[in-house]
């Protein structure tokens, strides 16, 4: 229900889920896997990374109860085509919302889900029983965990660290300003910058940066951007 519930361009809903557990199909995922895996690792030339790379855990295919073929089909004729004229990846795009959707979910209701993209294509598909115009977009494996983690594995395992907010978000174009920047880096506000925040700002309690206030109010107290409801009062969030 949650990943059909995702938002798509033109509401084409391009979505097609197949439901595996296991059996034939799943062990033939787990084959692409391991021949996957096995030539992902020793594409590494740093060794310490070819190592490091082989003592990951990446799949969950064959402890998994259930796994997911998530895939798009670029056939429909639903939403008209509305959008994808100009955009025409919006369908596989759409079907990625509804992947995390899913993902998301699943975490509500206390289950992991684990993203496995470390296969052949052509073998999920065959897995799956794709016909050629509906593409492999995600394979999900589904199940019960001891317990969730406050960081991903991968940043435990010290594969990959945290991305800052200062690197990923900027004003009016890319490489511009970050309302995130530091106080050295912030500068001063351009007149298209302040048009970002509409009526009054809200100064972040997470941080005391002068860029801040750049962002717009809900962004930084979803409460002060709460709309007055009918009889002056304020919604609750």
Request: hydrophobic share 40%; charged share 25%.
């Amino acid at each position: 229900g949650a990943a059909h519930a995702a938002p798509s361009v033109g509401f084409m809903q391009p979505w097609r889920i197949v439901l595996q557990g296991k059996g034939a199909a799943r062990d033939a995922l787990i084959g692409s896997f391991e021949s996957a895996n096995e030539a992902a690792r020793k594409a590494y030339g740093d060794a310490d990374r070819r190592d490091h790379y082989g003592r990951l855990k990446l799949s969950a295919l064959e402890e998994a109860p259930l796994v997911l073929v998530v895939a798009c089909d670029h056939s429909t004729g639903r939403g008209h085509g509305l959008g994808r004229q100009t955009w025409p990846e919006a369908a596989r795009d759409s079907t990625v919302a509804a992947v995390q959707n899913l993902m998301l979910a699943a975490r509500a209701e206390g289950l992991g889900t684990g993203w496995v993209s470390i296969l052949d294509k052509d073998d999920v598909r065959r897995a799956a029983g794709l016909p050629d115009d509906v593409e492999p977009i995600a394979v999900l494996c589904v199940g019960f965990v001891e317990r969730f983690e406050a960081k991903p594995d991968l940043e435990r395992a010290g594969w990959e660290s945290r991305a800052s907010l200062e690197d990923l978000v900027h004003v009016d174009r890319f490489g511009g300003p970050s309302p995130f920047a530091s106080d050295d880096a912030c500068g001063t506000r351009s007149a298209s910058q302040a048009r970002l925040v509409p009526g009054t700002i809200a100064r972040s309690r997470l941080t005391a940066r002068p860029c801040a206030p750049l962002l717009p109010a809900f962004l930084l107290q979803p409460e002060a951007a709460v709309p007055p409801q009918p009889g002056g009062e304020t919604g609750s969030r």
